[in-house]
């Protein structure tokens, strides 16, 4: 069974609103269509499918768009529709591009930091009523609550909640486990019998991939020797006198016995120790893990971290519609396309990590920052999964803020942030860092206090990061853990 942590917030309050704003959309789709639109990644995908699939379950209709980010061409845009719209993922960030002539037609379902004023929109967000939107609840699970109380029973709204969640790695704490609000959706999985939580290795491809390339295969931490390195996952398997094959089928990690499984565990560490490396409080690589259970075996749906990845990968390749069609439950020849791009997404993300590790000059390291200067160098599209690869390895310090930078187009950088748990502890907020950095520099920027990003003009990007080198270096020298980045002309 799944565990809530601590619902610290006001949960009564949080349901109340879900419900209010549901009513709301409820009596827009009574008049006619709406417009879902939401962020292109993942959790994005995931909280315009909780929506859709509580809508069709009651017959209505919708159009969907999916968007990188929301600008006032893209709100004028929606107005020019006059239709009601629901946005997704994404809006807290922009409350200031709504503007009266909407008002009544727009609902925002994010889990955002707000900026602006909501006096002209429905809005849930968790972090209203005392929650961490980083941690506690994502985005498809605030649209969840919205959905579950226009249609109960869906069983694939928690699915698509839950691999919402563990794409926005809000399971990133000592048990790898999705806590707060979050967890009440897991739980209401698990009563539909749709959701199985068990403890496990967290290793991508649990499922699917054969035990080598699993062992070897997961970026999002890594274990010197064995990340990235096939032979030598074989050769630990092999030592440690686990078969790579079953009635000549090969192997995954779910098809292990309890006692493989602790002598893999045990193998892992020694070859950690081995490396050098020192042995972490919370084991990186068990934690809990999501199955879905009405979902095939050997499928990169029945895994919530796969599921996840693979709506990612096709998310940023723009393939919208094999995303949105996974999340409305269609699998077949959409799952044998599925796993083409998501295979060619897979390597672009590694020939990106292979390009910024081999570049002379594209790692720059300051007291309080570590920058990847990719402008030129990659892609906008890999930038998210690349800095939070990079965030895993052993090569960075979590005393320094991450960043990675990239052209979004001629006249702009788009940036991708992480901030370790420790900067967390000690007063570092990537979000607000953002936020501040980029407004100074003529941008846009947020997000949560571990992860975050920004728009910048690309004439401005040195003036952003001296602004980032100055607020991180200085709440680490004056604040011993309670300091707090307020934007400009907040209280």
């Avoid at 209203?128 to 498809?140: M, N, P, R, V, W």
């Avoid at 009635?247 to 493989?260: C, G, K, V, Y």
């Avoid at 893999?264 to 020694?270: H, K, P, R, S, V």
């Avoid at 936020?435 to 997000?447: L, N, S, T």
Wanted: glycine fraction near 10%; hydrophobic fraction near 40%; charge should be negative.
């Amino acid at each position: 069974m799944s565990s809530t942590g601590n619902l610290e917030g006001d949960t009564e309050g949080f349901l109340h609103q879900a419900n209010a704003v549901a009513e709301a959309i409820v009596g827009w789709c009574d008049e006619g269509d709406i417009s879902i639109v939401s962020h292109w990644d993942a959790d994005g995908i995931c909280a315009a499918g909780a929506m859709a699939l509580a809508l069709s379950s009651k017959g209505s209709s919708f159009k969907i768009k999916f968007l990188d980010s929301l600008t006032a061409t893209v709100i004028q845009t929606l107005e020019q529709s006059e239709l009601p719209v629901v946005l997704t993922d994404m809006g807290a960030g922009q409350l200031d591009l709504f503007s009266e002539r909407l008002r009544g037609k727009v609902a925002i379902i994010d889990h955002h930091r707000k900026q602006g004023d909501t006096r002209y929109v429905q809005y849930l967000n968790s972090m209203e009523f005392g929650f961490d939107g980083g941690k506690d609840l994502s985005g498809s699970g605030t649209a969840f609550f919205v959905g579950d109380s226009i249609s109960k029973g869906v069983e694939l709204m928690p699915v698509v909640a839950v691999t919402g969640a563990l794409a926005d790695m809000q399971d990133k704490n000592e048990l790898r486990e999705l806590r707060s609000l979050n967890s009440l959706i897991v739980s209401r999985g698990e009563e539909m019998g749709a959701v199985e939580v068990q403890e496990d290795f967290v290793f991508f491809g649990r499922e699917t991939r054969p035990l080598a390339r699993a062992l070897s295969g997961t970026y999002s931490f890594q274990i010197p020797g064995i990340t990235g390195d096939e032979m030598a996952a074989y050769k630990l398997l092999d030592s440690l006198d686990i078969p790579l094959k079953e009635d000549d089928r090969l192997r995954s990690l779910s098809d292990l016995t309890n006692d493989e499984k602790q002598r893999l565990a045990a193998g892992l560490f020694q070859v950690m120790v081995s490396k050098g490396v020192k042995l972490p409080a919370d084991v990186p690589f068990i934690g809990k893990v999501y199955t879905f259970t009405k979902e095939d075996k050997w499928s990169p749906t029945r895994d919530g971290r796969e599921f996840s990845f693979v709506l990612n990968s096709l998310g940023r390749s723009e393939r919208f519609d094999l995303a949105f069609a996974l999340v409305m439950g269609y699998r077949g020849h959409v799952l044998e396309e599925t796993e083409e791009v998501s295979q060619s997404y897979s390597s672009l993300i590694q020939e990106a990590i292979r390009t910024v590790l081999s570049t002379p000059g594209a790692i720059a390291e300051s007291d309080s920052t570590i920058v990847v200067r990719g402008e030129g160098l990659l892609r906008s599209n890999t930038l998210s999964p690349l800095i939070t690869i990079l965030s895993t390895g052993i090569l960075y310090s979590d005393d320094k803020l991450l960043l990675a930078l990239c052209l979004q187009d001629e006249d702009n950088v788009k940036v991708s942030c992480r901030a370790s748990s420790v900067l967390v502890e000690k007063g570092v907020n990537a979000g607000q860092v953002m936020e501040v950095a980029a407004k100074v520099a003529g941008g846009q920027g947020g997000g949560h206090n571990v992860a975050a990003g920004a728009t910048i003009p690309r004439k401005k990007t040195d003036k952003f990061l001296e602004k980032v080198e100055e607020i991180v270096g200085e709440t680490l020298g004056k604040n011993k853990g309670s300091a707090e980045v307020r934007p400009e002309g907040s209280s």
